[in-house]
């Protein structure tokens, strides 16, 4: 069993299971501890020559009850106890899914993939364990183990009191060796995360690790993690199966000493009023038979909640990291967003960062404007849309859409108003028809043949071996970098929000194609706002304004013409990229 403010929600949850299992258990525990009387009775009567048909009879009954009742119980408490680790862990892991995507940013820049995985895996799987097999081991430990002891003290105390001390002596170093294993399974965890982060980036790298030959490189990195992966799990086995080894030798000695002192007893008690039966010495033996598993419970349960601990830690570090982003407590909700974006003064900086990366932005964009965005390479061009989208937090009364600060704006408020098409592109394992859908619940070949048309990749589809019904792959590996670009372009189209963000979504493609794109975004979306970041001044020239941007500052707004004729720095760009394609 395992307690905290993460998980003790189950056991009212599942009240119902747990008691219909707990009920069950403690019925078979109770059960199978009359049948050493039944077997004791039995060896009694043919030892003293007794048994009558009558009595034979009565106890094959009996037995026959005690059977039909334990196979009842047992299948009740495997349905119910089962089911309930099972339901626990599905429930902690949708928590944890929704959770994780609550998340901003700042989460998944210091928790890597590999290791999140290793969560929803090995962790929940020890979560699980100590809900069924844990309740399980405990009812039978303290229960099971509780009768069958007060049972042998009936028949003898001298002799149940010499086969208790090694018991309580494996109690005391079951103790011991478990916060040794509890230390030893968070590092094989640990060691797996590592293990596990390292194939998922090495597989979704794994061109840029052919194209530079590094296949060898890569094989001898992932020999020393997988050694020491194997090393931490070996000395995790080592006090695991110490505990176990440890068990069986004083168990077997007990046996020993019992089976001794039990025909001791029998021998220099005969024929007195006290004697001790040989029926009696079964009975022991088989209550101590039964106490056996409660000890071997006993030592797996300290295994077990070991590692559920350990693994709980880990599940309660996700479940209770600080969500940043998130509504502010006086949120205002207005009907139909415009879309008039405003920014004031703007000063923003990672978290974690010591400069900014934004200093003193401020512009005004309204509805149905077609702004471009330029400069240099890390000048805070995506960190500015980021912000827009709600990505990150901002200072109060800096950013505004229509005239309400964005952070008293509900989160997905602004996220609906908004469609945005991001730097890398990223596109689902699906069809190439669910991908441009991909932000409605449904959508028709004949709407996504539109969209794709649009972004001029509907041509490169109808190529495909199974056209919108192609499979593109993982994170869209069968497609080229301008599909890639083209068919997130028509995802969001496809939203049909007010204001389309496109952050240097034309880079892969050729200038024709540019040029079409271009045209579309002026014919057919002119009453959307769009906000095109670029590198190629042919990108936004003719847009109706540009910000000009550099370390963090906005240099200048204004149009094509206004910038090449009053700013030095637009007019450096633009005859450099004219040199570069070899224009006069």
Not at 246 to 265: D, E, N, Q
Not at 533 to 544: E, N
Request: aromatic fraction near 10%; proline fraction near 2%; charge should be neutral.
């Amino acid at each position: 069993m395992l307690f905290g403010k993460n998980v003790n929600r189950y056991y009212f949850k599942y009240f119902h299971l747990l008691i219909v299992g707990v009920f069950s258990l403690l019925l078979v525990d109770y059960i199978q501890l009359l049948i050493p009387e039944n077997y004791g009775n039995l060896i009694d009567l043919i030892s003293s020559k007794t048994l009558t048909s009558e009595s034979l009879f009565e106890i094959i009954y009996n037995m026959l009850f005690i059977t039909l009742c334990m196979f009842t119980g047992r299948f009740l408490w495997r349905i119910a106890v089962l089911n309930f680790g099972v339901r626990v862990e599905t429930n902690l892991r949708e928590r944890m899914f929704i959770k994780m995507e609550s998340l901003a940013q700042d989460y998944f820049q210091i928790h890597k993939t590999g290791a999140q995985m290793a969560l929803y895996t090995n962790d929940l799987m020890s979560i699980k364990n100590c809900f069924s097999d844990g309740i399980i081991m405990v009812i039978d430990a303290f229960f099971l183990g509780g009768l069958a002891i007060y049972k042998m003290i009936k028949l003898n105390l001298l002799m149940t009191a010499i086969s208790s001390i090694p018991l309580v002596l494996l109690g005391i170093s079951g103790g011991i060796i478990g916060k040794a294993i509890d230390r030893r399974f968070d590092a094989r965890q640990r060691a797996f995360e590592k293990m596990s982060d390292f194939t998922q980036e090495n597989f979704s790298g794994i061109a840029v690790i052919k194209a530079f030959v590094k296949e060898r490189l890569e094989l001898r990195e992932f020999v020393k993690i997988n050694k020491n992966f194997s090393d931490k799990n070996v000395s995790f086995i080592k006090f695991a199966v110490l505990l176990d080894v440890l068990f069986t030798t004083l168990i077997s000695s007990v046996t020993v000493i019992i089976i001794g002192y039990g025909t001791h007893l029998i021998i220099s008690t005969n024929g007195t009023d006290s004697a001790f039966t040989s029926g009696e010495l079964i009975q022991f033996i088989s209550y101590f038979g039964l106490l056996t598993w409660p000890a071997i419970a006993l030592a797996n349960l300290i295994n077990i909640h070991s590692q559920g601990r350990a693994s709980l830690k880990r599940i309660n570090e996700l479940l209770n990291y600080h969500v940043s982003v998130k509504d502010a407590k006086d949120c205002v909700k207005k009907d139909n967003l415009e879309g008039l974006i405003e920014c004031k003064n703007l000063t923003f900086r990672y978290p974690g960062a010591e400069n900014p990366s934004l200093q003193n932005i401020s512009f005004t964009i309204k509805p149905g404007e077609k702004i471009g965005i330029i400069g240099k390479t890390g000048c805070g061009k995506t960190t500015l849309v980021d912000l827009l989208t709600r990505i990150y937090n901002v200072d109060e009364n800096h950013l505004f859409i229509d005239g309400i600060d964005i952070m008293k704006l509900p989160i997905k408020q602004v996220r609906d108003l908004i469609a945005y098409v991001p730097q890398d592109n990223f596109l689902f394992n699906d069809t190439v028809l669910n991908n441009i859908g991909f932000s409605k619940k449904s959508i028709s070949l004949e709407e996504a043949i539109k969209y794709a048309t649009y972004a001029c990749v509907d041509d490169n589809i109808q190529e495909f071996p199974h056209q919108y019904d192609t499979m593109i792959g993982e994170r869209g590996v069968s497609l080229s970098g301008g599909q890639k670009q083209r068919i997130s372009m028509a995802r969001a189209i496809a939203k049909d929000a007010k204001i389309l963000i496109l952050d240097d979504s034309v880079s892969a493609v050729d200038t024709k194609t540019e040029a079409n794109i271009l045209d579309t975004i002026h014919h057919q979306f002119k009453n959307k706002t769009i906000i095109m970041i670029a590198h190629r001044v042919s990108t936004i020239a003719s847009l109706d304004r540009i910000i000009l941007m550099d370390n963090g500052k906005i240099v200048a707004i204004g149009s094509n013409d206004e910038l090449y004729k009053n700013i030095p720095m637009y007019r450096d760009i633009v005859n450099l990229q004219h040199l570069e394609r070899g224009e006069d």
